[in-house]
């Protein structure tokens, strides 16, 4: 843990304050006053930093986890002879979640078209992998493009979402980030693989050794508060498609979807899934860099 040099104390970035959206200024704003004059050391400026880390990692996950109650209150409170079949309620729910986020300017227009463009390769992917059986939705409503209903797209969205969110939330700089084009070409790769596998070789352990090579030596510096952290990227990484698994058989649990061996009773996702989760958030992370191209760390 390192201190920078300088006394901008802010909730959110802090070189880069117009990244921040309207709404996030007013937080940084009130966060500042509230923590100004705290202790720099000892065990409650820790406790400091840990509580502003996990806000603004709440703060990141905001759509993921609207996405996550609208899925787990279908399953619980949602009435099966209801006019509107649960999967389009879903879909409506996903929207307005969307529709608020840009209202409120909780995403900027910068950020949206990545949002989307991860919604659309999410999308075309749901709907080559029903058709093969890899997973399966609930035949219900009409909200849908084949088997796919239109809520699923946003689940993909809110991966996006997250990782714009938490880049300028935590002015993320990098020390040895591989060149764009590289990542670009590997995220593709990943992306092809998804498909190509039901008919020819699965590269996923190639490409999982090309991302390792890649991404090895990068090392991401975020700041929390006062302390700014320095940690592995490929660390991160892991970390993240860990937590999208746990929230993916949350889902599975209230019945977003089901896997072939869930169909006969609700069992863990395999954990083979965290791989491919970790590929596809690749995926992410590469689109998200073509907005926020990785800086390096400021020289004190």
């Not at 700014?228 to 058989?249: D, H, Q, S």
Request: net charge positive; charged share 15%; glycine share 6%.
């Amino acid at each position: 843990m390192s201190a920078p040099g300088h006394s901008g104390e802010d909730f959110g970035d802090a070189s880069p304050q117009r990244q921040l959206t309207g709404l996030e200024r007013t937080i940084d704003r009130a966060a500042h006053r509230l923590l100004a004059g705290k202790p720099a050391r000892g065990a409650r400026a820790v406790l400091i930093e840990a509580a502003v880390f996990l806000l603004k990692q709440a703060w990141a996950c905001i759509f993921g986890a609207l996405m996550l109650v609208v899925i787990v209150a279908a399953r619980l409170w949602y009435p099966d002879d209801a006019g509107l079949a649960r999967n389009d309620a879903m879909t409506v729910a996903a929207v307005a979640i969307q529709i608020g986020m840009l209202v409120f300017r909780l995403e900027s227009g910068r950020e949206l078209w990545v949002i989307v463009l991860f919604h659309i390769t999410g999308t075309v992917m749901e709907l080559f992998k029903t058709d093969v059986g890899s997973w399966a939705y609930a035949a219900d409503g009409v909200l849908r493009i084949g088997a796919v209903p239109l809520f699923s797209g946003f689940m993909y969205a809110a991966v996006g979402s997250y990782m714009v969110r938490v880049y300028r939330l935590h002015d993320l700089r990098f020390t040895r980030y591989p060149p764009i084009w590289a990542t670009t070409v590997v995220a593709a790769a990943i992306y092809a693989n998804f498909f190509t596998h039901h008919y020819i070789f699965d590269a996923r352990w190639i490409l999982l050794a090309s991302v390792v090579l890649l991404w090895a030596p990068t090392v991401m510096h975020f700041r929390i508060w006062r302390a700014t952290l320095k940690v592995p990227l490929l660390l991160i990484f892991v970390g993240v498609a860990l937590f999208i698994w746990i929230a993916e058989n949350i889902a599975t649990l209230s019945g977003a979807w089901l896997y072939p061996s869930q169909t006969d009773g609700w069992e863990l996702v395999s954990g083979q899934k965290i791989v491919s989760w970790f590929l596809l958030m690749i995926i992410s992370v590469v689109m998200v860099t073509w907005v926020y191209r990785p800086k390096r760390p400021e020289v004190a």
